[in-house]
């Protein structure tokens, strides 16, 4: 929780978000201090999210290459492009969300998240309409890919939610 002259500031998730309006004294620069917060966070989110696809892609590189050769598909590229892209668009939904007032962080959330299945489940369709043949290989890479990007969404989340109590002058 962050005090500024005697009002409650309470931080929702990774994005330090203003519940409580009635702040006293100098609003111009605290709101500017909050959108800072919030953009660094986005940046950190952002830089982290490109990192674990970067290692994601050079160790399946690796595996592909050498020991699960029999079952490279070469639409797993384009997967994981998928998911990199789907979690940085909800991020900056979330993000501009919150930061424009449009929503509060629970509703942007909520919204991000059904981008990310409607994306998946596109993407899903199309692939399963245009392939000539389903294979396990597919299903077991996708599931894993969702579970690493969710698990890598959550984490990421609740460490940048850990923010110090301070006093802002």
């Known amino acids: 929780m962050v005090s500024y002259q005697g009002s409650n500031i309470y931080c929702s998730c990774y994005f330090t978000v203003c519940y409580d309006c009635n702040i006293y004294g100098n609003q111009g620069s605290f709101k500017k201090e909050l959108t800072n917060k919030m953009r660094n966070n ?4 952002l830089a982290r999210l490109c990192i674990l696809t970067i290692i994601l892609g050079i160790i399946c590189l690796i595996l592909f290459k050498t020991i699960l050769s029999a079952y490279y598909l070469p639409v797993f590229w384009l997967v994981i492009l998928l998911f990199l892209i789907t979690h940085a668009i909800s991020q900056l939904i979330i993000f501009t969300a919150v930061r424009k007032g449009r929503l509060k962080f629970e509703n942007a ?11 998946y489940l596109i993407f899903l369709i199309i692939y399963l309409t245009i392939s000539d043949r389903i294979t396990i ?11 690493i990007y969710t698990l890598f969404d959550v984490r ?12 802002i002058e």
Request: glycine fraction near 0%; proline fraction near 0%.
């Open 42 to 45: 986005l940046l950190t989110y």
């Open 109 to 119: 959330y909520l919204l991000a998240f059904l981008v990310k299945f409607v994306s």
């Open 137 to 147: 290989t597919f299903a077991v890479i996708f599931f894993l890919l969702y579970l």
């Open 156 to 167: 990421t989340k609740i460490l940048l939610s850990k923010t110090k109590t301070e006093k």
